[in-house]
Structures are given as structure tokens and as C-alpha cells.
Nanobody
């Protein structure tokens, strides 16, 4: 089992920045891929950015150039630096991890945190 706990969400003005952090614990050595997802009100959950233990990184087009994902193996953390935020980025952000890596970032993973709310005001 793997546990994930997110932090760093909050209220920010458009154009501002936030850094989300996810701490992984438990059987972290079993994890092959981890990532950030988000779900806005009334919308489906979507992939934001991910990191596989092979070194592969990925992110959705809507965050490229604005969001950066960081992995600290020693601290077992996965951070998401978010810059140039806009109101469309308002959502609950979830950290997720999976023991299987199929070469593409999946729509779903096996382990999930409870999420952290990011609200961007205009």
C-alpha cells in the first residue's frame, strides 16, 4: 500500500504562482509512475503532469510552459510548480501513483491522495 498526502493549495490571483507538494509513504519502492491530476467543478478529472521512474516526464498541453513537475527521491515527494495561473486552473488537484508503467500516462492510477483545492481569482 502507498499513501499520498497533498499540500500547498489555496487562493491566488490570476497571474500568480503556487507550489503543490505530495508526500508518498508506505511501499514507495513499488511505484513506477506518479503524477498530478485535477478536477474542476462539473468537469471530469484530467491528467496534469507525471513522472515515471524511467525518467520519462509528461504534461498536458494546457500546462506546458507554465507548470513544472519535480521528484525528490530522497524525500519521497512529488511537487508541482504552477506559474501564470488563470481562473481556468481552478480545481481540486490530486497526487496519484501506480506500480505499473505502460509507457503512457494513464487516465487513472492505483493510489490517490485526498486532493488540495486551488482557486484562482480573476
Amino acid at each position: 500500500q502507498v499513501q499520498l498526502v497533498e499540500s500547498g493549495g489555496g487562493l491566488v490571483q490570476a497571474g500568480g504562482s503556487l507550489r503543490l507538494s505530495c508526500v508518498l509513504s508506505g511501499d514507495v519502492f513499488s511505484i513506477k509512475v506518479m503524477g498530478w491530476y485535477r478536477q474542476a467543478p462539473g468537469k471530469q478529472r484530467e491528467f496534469v503532469a507525471g513522472f515515471a521512474t524511467t525518467g520519462t516526464k509528461g504534461s498536458s498541453d494546457f500546462v506546458k510552459g507554465r507548470f513544472t513537475i519535480f521528484r525528490d527521491v530522497a524525500k519521497n515527494t512529488l511537487d508541482l510548480q504552477m506559474n501564470s495561473l488563470n481562473p481556468e486552473d481552478t480545481a481540486v488537484y490530486y497526487c496519484a501513483a501506480d506500480p505499473k508503467w505502460a509507457g503512457v500516462f494513464p487516465r487513472d492510477m492505483n493510489y490517490w491522495g485526498k486532493g488540495t483545492l486551488v482557486t484562482v481569482s480573476s
